[in-house]
C-alpha cells in the first residue's frame, strides 16, 4: 500500500536487532533483536531474521517515506545502521542478511532507552517532531528481562511512541503488556515459536500499511485534534490520552488523572481534583482562606474561664497567666478566626476581656500579663453560669449559631468548689459549648468529672502540681480545633430553639 508512506518499529528481544523511524505522517520500523546464545539457537535466529525481512516488504523505504535503522542489543547494545544510513531496500536487506548473532544477555530496558534517546533523534535520521511522522517500535522477545523494563517503555510511549510487544515461548504476559501499547489486544503477542512468528506478519501487514493508520497518519496533528494519540478505528480514528490522563468529554484533549500529585498545589491540609484543576480543602474544624485559597485557619469562640482563688496563690497565678498566653499563641487571633474571651472567678466573677474586645493576639497577650489576681473564694458554679449566659452572647462577641463556630471553654481550678457546678455545667454542655476541665493539685475528680464534656478522657486534664501545665497546653494545643465541630444534633437542636 503506497498511498501514504508508513514507520513501524520492531523490538524482538532475542536477536538483537532495531530498525528505526519516525513520527506522524510516514511509518518507521525499528526492530530491536536479543540474541542470547543460551535461548536462541542460529535456526530461530535466522527466523527472526526472515520475519524482519517480511516486514520489510511491507514498507515503502525512501527518502520521503520509511526511513530504517537496526539495532542488536544483548548485554549491551550495538548500533547495526541508523535510520540515515540507507535508502534503499534492498541495501537494508542485505544488512539484516549480514547481522551476527550476540550471544549475550537480555537487556531489553537499555535497548528501549536507546531507541528513544539516540535511534530516533534528528542527528541519527529520523525527522523533526513536527512532522508528525509515526514512531512505532516491534519488540519480539524469548526471555525475562535482565533490567528495569515497564518505567522505560511508559517514558517511551508517552512520548507518542508505539510498541508492538511479541512474546516467544516461555514468556511473561504480563511482562509483555507492560511493554506494549494499549489497547493490548491490539498490541501485544504471543507465540509457542520462532517458528510460528511468520504466522504474525499478515497481522503486522494489515496493522502498518492497510488502512489501520492511514486516518490518523494521514491528517496533520491540528486536523485529528488529538492532544496526545490518534487510533485509527474501521473508516476513522479515536483519541486516546498517554498514561496518567484521561479524554476529556469532547473526545480529543486529555487532562491529568490526578493533578493533585502532578502540581505543587500548596494546599495547607488537603487537595481534591476537580474537572482540569483542584481545590484545596481543610480538615474538620478548619476553615479555607478566602485570601489564597491554599492555608486554613481554626475558627472559633473561646472563652477561659480562670480560678482566682486565694489557694492557688500569686506564683502559680503567674503560672496560669503563662498558659494562656501559649494557647493564644496557637490560635489565629481575628474576628474571623480565633475570638477569645477571658472570665477570672473568685468569690465574684470577673470579665477581664469579651470575645468582641481585642482582635489580634499581642493586645490580648498584653491583657493577659496585666490581669490582677483576686485571691478570694472559689466559685466555680458562678463563673460557669456567667460564661454559659453572658460570654457566649452575641452581644458579647459570640457569632450566631447558624455561623456553625464551635463554642469551647476552658475552665481552670485548684480545689473544690464552694457552690454548685453540675447545673450550669449541664446546661452549657447541652447548649453545644464544649468545655475542657483543667484540674491542679486538690481539685475534686468528681467536679471535673460534671464539668467536663464527653468523653471526659478527651476533656479532662488534671495533675498534681503546676509543673505539669506545660504538657497540658501542648495537648489543648493539639486538639483545639480537630475535631471541635459541632455536632448535627445539637446544631438542629439550636435550629428548633431558635
Known amino acids: ?43 530461530d535466529f535466522e527466523k527472526v531474521k526472515e520475519f524482519i525481512l517480511t516486514i520489510l516488504q511491507f514498507l515503502d523505504i525512501s527518502p520521503d517515506a520509511t526511513h530504517v535503522g537496526l539495532i542488536q542489543y544483548g548485554s549491551t547494545v550495538k548500533h547495526e545502521f541508523s535510520l540515515k544510513t540507507f535508502r534503499r531496500k534492498q541495501d537494508i536487506e542485505r544488512a539484516v542478511k549480514r547481522m551476527m548473532h550476540l550471544a549475550t544477555g537480555t537487556m531489553t530496558g537499555l535497548a528501549i532507552q536507546y531507541a528513544v534517546n539516540i535511534a530516533f533523534s534528528e542527528s541519527e535520521g529520523a525527522r523533526p517532531l513536527k512532522q508528525n511522522v509515526p514512531r512505532i517500535i516491534m ?58 512468528i511468520e504466522t504474525l506478519t499478515s497481522a503486522f501487514q494489515t496493522k502498518l500499511c492497510a488502512q489501520d493508520l492511514y486516518y490518523c497518519a494521514l491528517q496533520d496533528h491540528v486536523n485529528h485534534g488529538c492532544e496526545h494519540i490518534c487510533v485509527s478505528a474501521d473508516n476513522s480514528y479515536i483519541c486516546k490520552c498517554r498514561e496518567g490522563f484521561i479524554l476529556r468529554q469532547d473526545g480529543k484533549t486529555c487532562r491529568r488523572r490526578d493533578i493533585c500529585k502532578s502540581v505543587r498545589h500548596g494546599c495547607e491540609h488537603i487537595c481534591v481534583n476537580e474537572d482540569d484543576s483542584y481545590v484545596c480543602k481543610c480538615h474538620e ?122 463554642r ?54 488534671y495533675a498534681e502540681d503546676f509543673t505539669a501545665m506545660e504538657d497540658i497546653s501542648e495537648e489543648l494545643r493539639a486538639q483545639i480545633c480537630e475535631g471541635n465541630s459541632i455536632p448535627l444534633s445539637l446544631r438542629q437542636k439550636r435550629n428548633e430553639c431558635l
Open 139 to 196: 519488540i519480539v522477545t524469548d526471555g525475562r528481562p535482565q533490567d528495569p523494563v515497564a518505567e522505560i517503555a511508559t517514558k517511551a510511549r508517552n512520548s507518542g511512541i508505539l510498541i508492538f510487544a511479541i512474546g516467544v515461548g516461555r514468556v511473561d504476559m504480563n511482562t509483555l503488556k507492560s511493554i506494549g501499547s494499549e489497547p493490548h489486544e491490539e498490541h501485544v503477542f504471543l507465540v509457542a515459536n520462532f517458528s510460528q
Open 408 to 461: 469551647i471553654s476552658i475552665v481552670f481550678t485548684d480545689g473544690r468548689a464552694q457552690d454548685e457546678v453540675s447545673e450550669w455545667a449541664a446546661r452549657a454542655k447541652q447548649n453545644g459549648i464544649i468545655i475542657y476541665a483543667i484540674g491542679i493539685g486538690k481539685a475534686i475528680e468528681e467536679e471535673l468529672l460534671e464539668i467536663a464534656s464527653e468523653p471526659s478522657y478527651k476533656h479532662l486534664f
Open 1 to 43: 500500500d503506497k498511498t501514504f508512506p508508513r514507520w513501524p518499529l520492531i523490538i524482538a528481544e532475542h536477536l538483537q536487532l532495531q530498525l528505526t523511524s519516525l513520527r506522524a505522517v510516514l511509518c518507521t520500523c525499528k526492530v530491536l533483536l536479543n540474541a542470547n546464545s543460551r535461548s536462541v539457537s542460529p535456526y
Open 285 to 406: 474544624g478548619f476553615l479555607l482562606r478566602e485570601d489564597d485559597g491554599k492555608t486554613c485557619r481554626c475558627p472559633l469562640d473561646l472563652v477561659f474561664v480562670i480560678d482566682g482563688s486565694k489557694s492557688l496563690g500569686e506564683d502559680n497565678f503567674e503560672i496560669v497567666k503563662q498558659f494562656v498566653s501559649g494557647i493564644l499563641d496557637s490560635l489565629e487571633i481575628s474576628p474571623k478566626a480565633a475570638r477569645v474571651g477571658l472570665l477570672q472567678y473568685s468569690t465574684e466573677v470577673r470579665t477581664e476581656f469579651t470575645l468582641r474586645q481585642f482582635s489580634s493576639a499581642k493586645d490580648m497577650k498584653k491583657a493577659v500579663s496585666q490581669m490582677k489576681y483576686m485571691g478570694r473564694g472559689s466559685m466555680t458554679g458562678l463563673a460557669l453560669k456567667q460564661m454559659f449566659e453572658r460570654s457566649f452572647t452575641e452581644a458579647e462577641g459570640a457569632r450566631p449559631f447558624s455561623a456553625n463556630v464551635p
